[in-house]
């Protein structure tokens, strides 16, 4: 196992422990669904399912969007998609559901099935992380730690997202290393759409690496634990056991990239199965 497929691993047992301890009703959404609630659609660079799989969620891989009765889909980075999938999902949102997609989705699905609402600029990004802003109430903001950014990993040729409808559509979080280096600052955005709501992030919430931006980075993962998802003592060791590890196996920044993208599909699969309010 790799040291971030490690991460994954602990992430996802330390989002059920901070469900646990701090969002009880949460967790028990978490655990009530079953694998009809949630589909994914494969592509060809991001893996929503592995995360899906370390945070012990059902779900259904390539489900016939037509007679589709989830309450989210998951949309993985493809190079193309058939135009029906494109054209059933969008209507399943209309008719109510929520749709999660990632990277190259953004212009290949994205803005063919809502139009006027976001876009692809015309550049690519290189192989490398960023920092992210949680946006003020975003489903990120819980886990910030001041002083240490979210970081979040762009796989070469990542595509920056344009937001065409300002009115219609939320940042859910920026950054400025995008801002000054492709002049696109997005790095997630969402907006409603009929009944249903859509979720778009630039490349993948399968991250293949971090980087030790500041001396904290580099700090052991149980700082991240403490100060990031506010675990209590007793906490920190149920999941340093249960993951098999010593506090120094994962460092700050490894646990922070993996624990960001897993607390973020596991609120929206709590909030599209539990119908809970956007915020």
Not at 104 to 111: K, Q, R, S
Not at 170 to 178: Q, T, Y
Request: proline content about 4%.
């Amino acid at each position: 196992m790799s040291n971030m497929q490690t991460a994954y691993n602990v992430a996802a047992l330390a989002v059920r422990e901070r469900f646990q301890e701090q969002y009880p009703q949460a967790l028990a959404i978490l655990n009530r669904i079953c694998k009809q609630d949630i589909a994914v659609y494969s592509g060809t660079y991001d893996h929503v399912e592995k995360v899906l799989q370390y945070l012990q969620v059902p779900y259904t891989m390539n489900p016939d969007a037509k007679k589709l009765k989830s309450a989210i889909a998951f949309v993985n980075c493809s190079g193309g998609y058939n135009s029906h999938l494109i054209t059933n999902l969008a209507q399943q949102v209309e008719n109510g559901m929520w749709l999660v997609s990632s990277d190259w989705a953004l212009g290949n699905f994205i803005a063919k099935a809502f139009p006027n609402t976001v876009t692809k600029t015309n550049r690519a990004t290189g192989d490398e992380v960023i920092s992210v802003e949680a946006s003020l109430n975003s489903l990120w903001s819980d886990v910030v730690v001041l002083g240490a950014d979210p970081q979040w990993w762009l796989e070469g040729s990542s595509h920056p997202i344009e937001v065409l409808n300002p009115d219609k559509v939320r940042i859910e979080a920026s950054s400025h290393d995008l801002l000054q280096r492709y002049d696109a600052p997005v790095v997630a955005v969402s907006f409603d759409w009929g009944g249903g709501h859509v979720f778009h992030v630039i490349s993948h919430f399968w991250c293949k690496r971090s980087r030790t931006l500041t001396p904290r980075h580099r700090n052991p993962c149980t700082d991240f634990l403490e100060a990031g998802m506010k675990l209590s003592e007793d906490g920190i060791q149920r999941v340093l056991s249960k993951g098999g590890i010593k506090a120094d196996t994962l460092n700050f920044a490894q646990i922070q990239s993996a624990a960001t993208a897993t607390e973020l599909i596991a609120q929206l699969c709590v909030k599209a199965v539990g119908k809970l309010a956007v915020r």
